[in-house]
């Protein structure tokens, strides 16, 4: 399932974080993300009892120009390792251009490379009149294209990555759970998570960290099991950046590991000291 891991830890990423689905004000008081700002993951893949370092994938920020305005433009990227390109290669991108204010998303755009498989989105998102311009590839279908009604507070599956990060997790007790949404495939998905507290877990280089402990309710497809078997660890200081991931998926395991972090906006204070 080599084919799952990246498409599999952006979806991660977006669930990790609580965004009340009903929420209509946008505003947004701190960031805790600049431009410049990058971090990488390594991903693994159990099937029987060998985990094996499959690919990787980073997340950037940088600062771009769209429709004659300054943007945030989130960048991710992800890979197979060229090894294992022979079972199934995979060079996938995401991009998002946000308001620098609201992080609402103008344009979205999604390139998938996965063996055989093509898959090309572009989304241009229209406040005004409250709708997103779809432009979908499906590998040789003819091309579709939509107009979908959009509602307030509406992400697509990168910026809400960056978006999230700037909530407040003081509000929340052991075992609540929080609405979130997001917009992916033409669709809007509406699921929750669960705030499991806070934990100190090692990473696979033995840094210590201080954590917050999720579980999101993830919905039974392609990819995934139902259920909350996927467990995350995101870190417990200002920056909220993941540090571990677990999940079952449909066949096997995935584990992600931060392996490194650069142009932080603020101090890794997670790290505990040896």
């Not at 392609?222 to 200081?237: L, P």
């Not at 993941?242 to 204070?269: D, F, H, M, S």
Request: some cysteine; hydrophobic content about 35%.
């Amino acid at each position: 399932m080599i084919r799952h891991f990246l498409i599999a830890l952006w979806i991660i990423v977006s669930f990790i974080f609580k965004i009340n689905a009903q929420q209509t004000n946008c505003f947004i008081q701190n960031k805790p993300f600049k431009a410049g700002e990058k971090v990488t993951y390594q991903i693994y893949y159990n099937w029987t009892a060998v985990w094996v370092k499959a690919g990787e994938v980073y997340f950037q920020v940088n600062e771009d120009s769209l429709f004659k305005q300054s943007v945030f433009h989130f960048y991710s990227y992800g890979t197979t390792y060229s090894k294992y390109d022979w079972i199934f290669k995979v060079r996938d991108t995401y991009e998002a251009f946000s308001n620098k204010k609201t992080l609402k998303p103008y344009r979205f755009k999604r390139q998938v490379n996965e063996g055989s498989t093509y898959i090309y989105n572009d989304y241009i998102f229209n406040y005004k009149q409250m709708l997103a311009y779809t432009f979908s590839v499906y590998g040789d279908e003819p091309v579709k294209k939509d107009t979908v009604p959009l509602s307030p507070c509406t992400f697509d599956v990168l910026s809400m990555v960056y978006y999230a990060r700037c909530i407040d997790y003081s509000k929340y007790q052991t075992g609540d759970t929080i609405p979130i949404s997001m917009f992916l495939d033409e669709k809007s998905y509406d699921t929750y998570i669960r705030y499991l507290g806070k934990e100190i877990i090692k990473a696979k280089d033995g840094t210590k960290y201080k954590t917050i402990k999720f579980k999101p309710l993830l919905i039974e497809g392609t990819i995934f099991k139902g259920g909350e078997g996927m467990t995350v660890w995101v870190t417990d200081d200002k920056n909220k950046i993941p540090v571990l991931i677990e999940t079952p998926i449909l066949v096997g395991n995935i584990k992600a590991y931060l392996i490194g972090a650069e142009g932080l906006k603020y101090k890794q204070e997670a790290i505990i000291k040896q």
